[in-house]
């Protein structure tokens, strides 16, 4: 797995930046991916510069259909609307048998804050689901990371938990990705379908931080005493992933 490479669509904006960073300071292999390719490189470069701080590693960028040519494992970080027309777009694209993995949240604005957005599949991972190559498998995960903790490599160890929906190979790779970010968990949450419950979560997250102004927030499931290994250990045990 350490030799697989990792790019991430819509890297340029802020949860798509900070796993760039993030899965750079592991040592995996990174390409930011964005619609123009000037973006993709100029992001490359801010990366490049924050990770010289902290490891030899370096990212680079190209745009979508290039990243996703080569890629293993691809995550989806476009707002919510362009998921499903990036994805439409990129059909012919990705590499066979690679894995996509959806971290888009649909909401709205509303006078009292941010609200869910139910689409007809159900969630937006089963939107994308409809519309991916059949041979592409399919995740979601990291919708309730704080997009400011992720980029903040100062930060040594964050304090979330990451429910990972999908396939059973799609969720075990995501899993081995999760606990790379030190103070993050992955948590099985079950089949694809199931990409709802931790997509409507989101709003309640942001709205809470516009209001108590208190930075990042994220979720931890109590009363589950295992660290990411033993719970990888425990899931591969039970056939789950």
């Known amino acids: 797995m350490e030799n697989e490479t990792i790019a991430v669509l819509g890297g340029t904006g802020d949860l798509g930046f900070g796993l760039v960073l993030r899965f750079a300071l592991a040592g995996r292999r990174v390409i930011i991916g964005s619609r123009r390719h000037e973006k993709a490189l100029r992001r490359a470069g801010d990366a490049n510069k924050v990770l010289s701080r902290y ?24 707002p919510y609307p362009y998921h499903v027309e990036t994805v439409k777009g990129l059909n012919r694209n990705f590499k066979d048998k690679s894995i996509l993995v959806s971290t888009v949240v649909p909401m709205e604005k509303t006078d009292q804050g941010l609200k869910p957005v139910i689409p007809l599949e159900g969630s937006a991972a089963m939107e994308i689901r409809r519309v991916a190559p059949k041979n592409v498998k399919m995740a979601s995960a990291f919708h309730n990371v704080g997009a400011n903790d992720i980029q903040n490599l100062e930060k040594k160890e964050l304090n979330c938990d ?80």
């Open 55 to 78: 490891t030899d590693n370096r990212v680079s960028g190209m745009v979508n259909s290039e990243a996703v040519g080569v890629a293993d494992i691809s995550f989806l970080t476009v």
């Open 162 to 241: 990451v429910i990972i929906c999908g396939e059973r190979e799609a969720k075990r790779k995501v899993m081995k990705l999760v606990k790379l970010i030190p103070g993050l968990r992955p948590i099985d949450g079950g089949p694809l379908e199931n990409s709802v419950i931790p997509e409507v979560l989101t709003p309640i997250l942001v709205n809470h931080v516009v209001k108590l102004k208190t930075g990042s927030l994220g979720i931890r499931i109590t009363n589950l005493n295992y660290s990411a290994d033993e719970l990888i250990k425990i899931y591969m045990e039970k056939g789950v992933i």
